[in-house]
């Protein structure tokens, strides 16, 4: 299995709302806090939201009101709820440790698109 599986992407009209999930390796899971990443054609791939070991969170001011981060710790998932999308919020999304490891191994990633 692949360390990180990230999916639920996907086409939503502006306004719209989706959640992301990613199923981590147990080590990598258990070692890092977790976060979510995007990247867009016009943009580095940048951090959105994160969350610690110990359950503190953080968030992109872009998205903070809108996104939230949470885990299931049974399950090894880590999920990011999008509501109120926008199109700048276009991109695709993976998650991985946070801080990142080096080297950062990504995912495959899962397309976002916010359009009408």
């Known amino acids: 299995q692949a360390p990180l599986v990230e999916s639920g992407g996907g086409l939503v009209q502006p306004g719209g709302s989706l959640r992301l999930s990613c199923v981590v390796s147990?080590?990598?899971?258990?070692?890092?806090?977790m976060g979510w990443y995007r990247q867009s054609p016009a943009n580095e791939r940048e951090l959105v939201a994160a969350?610690?070991?110990?359950?503190?969170?953080n968030y992109k001011d872009s998205v903070k009101g809108r996104f939230t981060i949470s885990r299931d710790i049974a399950k090894n998932t880590v999920f990011l709820q999008m509501n109120n999308l926008k199109p700048e919020d276009t991109a695709v999304y993976y998650c991985?440790?946070?801080?990142?490891?080096?080297?950062?191994?990504w995912g495959q990633g899962t397309q976002v698109t916010v359009s009408s």
């Open positions: 991985n440790a946070f801080p990142l490891r080096v080297p950062p191994n």
């Open positions: 147990e080590t990598i899971f258990r070692e890092n806090g």
């Open positions: 969350v610690t070991r110990r359950g503190l969170t």
